[in-house]
């Protein structure tokens, strides 16, 4: 297995901000987080620090292990200047192809042969990505869920070339970390957790539109029966619509998958798209 010891994570945004600090908590890595908006990175710090101090108010952290973690955390603007320092990348850039393709393509140029490359992407499985670098063998998805310093998952994908170190070095390092990482052997749209989300939210849609039971109701049963924390028509608004949307959409154009149910498309069509816009199954304006 490979030692790695200086982690760059790209794309300093809800996620990226927050693997790039869990990473700095272990006290295991330096860490390099790169991103090219204006502003972003001072955002990002901004917010890992609120983290933090919160932390530290509750007892689970001393202010000084607190300012070591951020004292880890090194930022730049620059991903050619930066890959070839890295042991890992972790790829936490905007849900979008062609994004995320100049960021491997960038890698491919930059970052040493032996790093490995991780995507965090939540639907482009790493074949989509790993040719581009040149050495597909050293390149997985390593998806984290949001928030990264409280979801304890994190899911590795291999590809049909990714080799064993990459994979067994990407599990160590997501132990490393303090999180629980579970191997996807084959790749495939969506990886574990979503898959199985997905296909529950489906259901509850298509209960709700034969009128078998309200959303309310389904929500209860799958609350109390299945001890869900949350019903899934209260985890869709709670998500957003849009994004269930958009993911259901790019499933079928990887050829999986049915027809979008029209409860849905007309909630988002009607841009009623869950809590941020106050209504979506459920109105929020009234609460
Ligand atoms: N938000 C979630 O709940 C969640 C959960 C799991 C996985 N993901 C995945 O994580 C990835 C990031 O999602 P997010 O919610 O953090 O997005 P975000 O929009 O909050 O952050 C993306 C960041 O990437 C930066 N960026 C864009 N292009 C860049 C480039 N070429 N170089 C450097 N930085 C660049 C943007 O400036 C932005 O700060 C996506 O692939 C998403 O699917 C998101």
């Known amino acids: 297995m490979h ?38 990175l001072e955002r990002a710090r901004a917010q890992n620090q609120k983290l933090v101090d919160r932390s530290v108010e509750k007892g689970r952290l001393t202010k000084e292990k607190a300012e070591q973690a951020l004292g880890r955390i090194t930022d730049s603007d620059n991903l050619a200047s930066s890959a070839p320092n890295a042991d890992l990348v972790i790829e936490a850039v905007i849900e979008d192809f ?45 998806h984290f869920f949001h928030p990264v310093t409280v979801m304890q998952l994190c899911e590795i994908a291999r590809g049909p070339q990714t080799d064993d170190d990459t994979v067994e070095t990407a599990m160590e390092f ?18 574990i957790v979503n898959r199985i989300l997905f ?50 959409n790019d499933r079928r154009q990887q050829g999986e998958g049915g027809e979008v149910p029209d409860v849905l498309r007309e909630l988002v069509e009607a841009k009623h798209l869950g809590r941020k816009t106050g209504k979506g199954f459920f109105d929020y304006t009234t609460a």
């Open 174 to 191: 997501v132990r490393g970390i303090d999180r629980t990482p579970v191997l996807l052997q084959k790749e495939i749209w969506g990886f």
């Open 98 to 142: 062609d994004a995320k393709k100049s960021v491997f393509e960038s890698l491919g140029r930059h970052a040493t042969n032996d790093a490995i490359l991780a995507s965090n992407s939540s639907t482009i499985v790493i074949s989509r990505l790993a040719g581009l670098t040149g050495r597909p063998e050293r390149c997985c998805n390593m």
């Open 3 to 40: 030692e790695l010891k200086r982690v760059l994570v790209v794309g300093a945004g809800t996620m990226g901000s927050q693997i790039a600090l869990q990473t700095a908590l272990s006290g295991r890595y330096e860490v390099t987080i790169v991103d090219t908006a204006p502003g972003q």
């Open 199 to 248: 296909a529950a939210s489906e259901e509850a849609m298509r209960l709700l539109e034969g009128g078998y039971a309200t959303a309310e109701d389904i929500d209860t049963a799958v609350q109390k029966g299945l001890n869900w924390p949350m019903g899934p028509f209260h985890l869709l608004d709670f998500s957003g619509l849009d994004i269930f949307y958009g993911a259901l």
